[in-house]
């Protein structure tokens, strides 16, 4: 047997042996952080995919749930003969038949010529209760000019419903019934949170068939389909025919987050381009109807226009977002605030003004008298106002409108700018009455536009008044060709008019460039 010779083990220095401790610290360490960023990205993951809300197997629970708070709405309406257009719609018979006179007649001398009420047209629609006391929303063209207005519950119930208040901007309705229970009710759930792909279901009354659910996905948001000043529909695919009107969408969760208001459609039947209401803003507007029988919206007291590429050069902006400023009401709440023509309104109430579009909705749904921080861009910096928000049906009622610039005494005198096509003269009274241009008016009229010149591109014509130039006041048509040269010598492309066309203010962005 050959016995291997036992050999003591070598001792490492303490030094080498301190370093491989470290070392391996640093190894355990490592481990750990690389375990916890597994676990971290894998709930991440689970969330996003939480986030994702897939469609579940079946609709059927959530259905069966959201079914009793959706109603249809029937409304019914006397019309007289003059109403009608004439006669009523007489039998068709083949041409030439006896019968046709025979009815002719008869039917003429039943036609009610002194305009006492005759019979009933009848539409349908759909709505859905959002308190068990009995306050039901729909759209306003759903009842509109409406006699009488009936609800009728899922079980066939009919309640006969008294109009609260309607809101023709945003076509929204709200009735109230008065039941012997407390009604099965749906409450609404924030838009903002949906995001495009999203599953949602819609329930309605289409074709007057009744309770009807069809399921699909939010197609785009922040539509504009040129129905009204505050336009950010959710679109869908969710089958929305005639008779949908008014009724709710919902997400999985049970929410209202649209009101299904309209489609686009070449048949009239469903094409899959449904159109609803955000519950963004649908919400605020019910809530004040329901509490003051019409809207309270916030009023900012300006007139705005869109941020153009060559506008946000002149400005120095890095890109067309925002709202330009183009007047400012005298006496409103943005004059009272700080508020300029020329400012580009960039963030409003800490929300941020990515179109011109958006600003009027986020004004709307601030209360009023609430005070509100601004963000402006002004002559190259940014700025923050603070603006305590009017009544926009009181402005309204009160006829108030932009008000013009401030009056001076104009310099009468002409001069052409053959590269811009345009020729300018200081502002007199034969030229106010000329043109109609309010007196007082500073600023220099334009006298003749070139046909095919950038100023004709631009849409300016003779009669409007050149008020500034790149922010700037002009009260000569020296001071416009004076600016145009000093704007094409520092190498800008272009120079920004603020424009008075029959009180209405706007910028141009005129190129000055050959």
Not at 37 to 55: D, E, G, H, K, Q
Not at 107 to 134: H, N, Y
Not at 223 to 246: E, K, L, M, V
Not at 384 to 399: F, I, K, S
Request: proline share 7%.
């Amino acid at each position: 047997m050959i016995h291997r010779p036992m050999v003591p083990p070598t001792r490492r220095p303490c030094a080498q042996a301190r370093a491989a401790d470290a070392d391996l610290a640093q190894r355990v360490k490592l481990s750990v952080w690389l375990i916890a960023a597994t676990l971290v990205a894998a709930i991440l993951s689970l969330a996003s995919v939480a986030r994702a809300a897939p469609a579940p197997d079946s609709f059927a629970d959530l259905a069966e749930r959201l079914l009793p708070a959706v109603v249809n709405v029937s409304t019914s309406q006397r019309m007289t003969t003059a109403q009608r257009g004439g006669s009523p719609e007489l039998p068709q018979f083949p041409p030439g038949s006896p019968f046709e006179e025979f009815f002719k007649d008869f039917f003429d001398r039943r036609e009610d010529e002194r305009g006492q009420p005759g019979r009933q047209a009848t539409s349908l629609g759909s709505g859905f209760i959002v308190d068990p006391s009995g306050y039901v929303v729909t759209n306003n063209h759903v009842i509109e000019g409406a006699d009488e207005i009936t609800i009728i519950l899922q079980d066939d119930t009919n309640l006969i419903a008294e109009l609260v208040g309607v809101d023709e901007k945003t076509d929204i309705a709200v009735l109230k019934v008065e039941p012997t229970r407390p009604l099965p009710s749906v409450r609404f759930g924030d838009s903002d949170d949906m995001r495009v792909g999203d599953w949602v279901i819609a329930i309605g009354n289409p074709f007057g068939l009744g309770g009807t659910v069809t399921a699909g996905i939010i197609s785009a948001q922040q539509r504009n389909i040129n129905s009204g000043p505050y336009d950010d529909f959710i679109q869908t695919d969710a089958s929305i025919n005639r008779g949908n009107s008014g009724g709710p969408m919902f997400d999985l969760q049970g929410d209202v987050i649209g009101i299904n208001t309209a489609i686009y459609s070449p048949s009239g039947g469903s094409v899959g381009i449904g159109f609803a209401i955000p519950s963004k803003l649908a919400e605020n507007v019910v809530n004040q109807i329901i509490e003051f029988g019409r809207t309270r919206r916030g009023w900012l007291g300006v007139r705005i226009q869109s941020v153009t590429e060559e506008i946000a050069e002149n400005l120095g902006l890095q890109d067309t977002q925002g709202a330009l400023v183009a007047s400012v009401n005298e006496g409103g709440p943005a004059a009272d605030g700080g508020v300029e023509p020329g400012d580009v309104i960039l963030r409003f109430n800490n929300r941020p003004v990515t179109e011109m579009r958006r600003l009027p909705r986020l004004v709307a749904e601030t209360p009023v008298n609430q005070r509100v921080a601004v963000q402006v861009w002004r002559k190259g910096r940014m700025e923050t106002l603070r603006v305590t928000l009017g009544e926009l049906e009181a402005a309204e009622e009160a006829g108030l409108l932009a008000g013009l610039t401030e009056p001076g005494e104009p310099v009468p005198e002409s001069q052409d700018l053959d590269e811009l096509g345009l020729s300018l003269s200081g502002l007199n009274d034969d030229l106010l009455r000329q043109y109609g241009i309010t007196p007082g008016t500073e600023g220099v009229v334009v006298t003749e536009v070139v046909p095919g010149s950038p100023a004709e591109e631009k849409g300016l014509r003779p009669g409007e008044v050149i008020i500034e130039i790149g922010q700037e006041k002009v009260t000569s048509a020296a001071d416009v060709a004076r600016m145009v040269e000093e704007a094409r010598e520092a190498g800008r492309r272009s120079v920004l008019l603020l424009i008075d066309r029959d009180g209405d203010l706007r910028f141009v962005a005129l190129s000055v460039t050959g």
